[in-house]
């Protein structure tokens, strides 16, 4: 069954740094595109970054400069270290796979596999 599983979240000041991780029992894990999602109350779910397959790197432009999205194929993990982190950031962190997609990509339909998230709480 595959399984997509988060952890890394918590609760930090803002401006101090977070680094997440998702383990993914994926077959062929090279072969998928991998994104970051967040939501929080009262928002829409939001692409954050994405790594492809073919190693495209995308990100949303109000992180960019900020995260940065990697992911070790060896271990079937995908990172997204997070600096510089704002009140805005305020969100459970969700990543997701893409059997359909090489080049990284933030649009959630192209994602049919989902974490169940990791909380992340930036107070100011």
């Known amino acids: 069954q595959l399984q997509l599983v988060e952890s890394g979240g918590g609760s930090v000041q803002a401006g101090e740094s977070l680094r997440l991780s998702c383990i993914a029992s994926?077959?062929?894990?090279?072969?998928?595109?991998m994104a970051w999602f967040r939501h929080s109350g009262g928002r829409l779910r939001e692409g954050v970054a994405s790594?492809?397959?073919?190693?495209?790197?995308t990100y949303a432009p109000s992180v960019k400069g900020r995260f940065t999205v990697s992911r070790d194929n060896a271990k079937s993990t995908l990172y997204l270290q997070m600096d510089s982190l704002k009140p805005d950031d305020t969100a459970l962190y969700s990543c997701?796979?893409?059997?359909?997609?090489?080049?990284?990509?933030?649009?959630?339909?192209?994602?049919?596999?989902w974490g169940d998230g990791t909380q992340v709480t930036v107070s100011s």
């Open positions: 994926l077959r062929n894990y090279e072969t998928y595109t």
């Open positions: 790594i492809g397959s073919d190693g495209s790197l």
């Open positions: 997701a796979a893409s059997a359909y997609k090489r080049m990284a990509d933030l649009s959630d339909a192209y994602y049919t596999f």
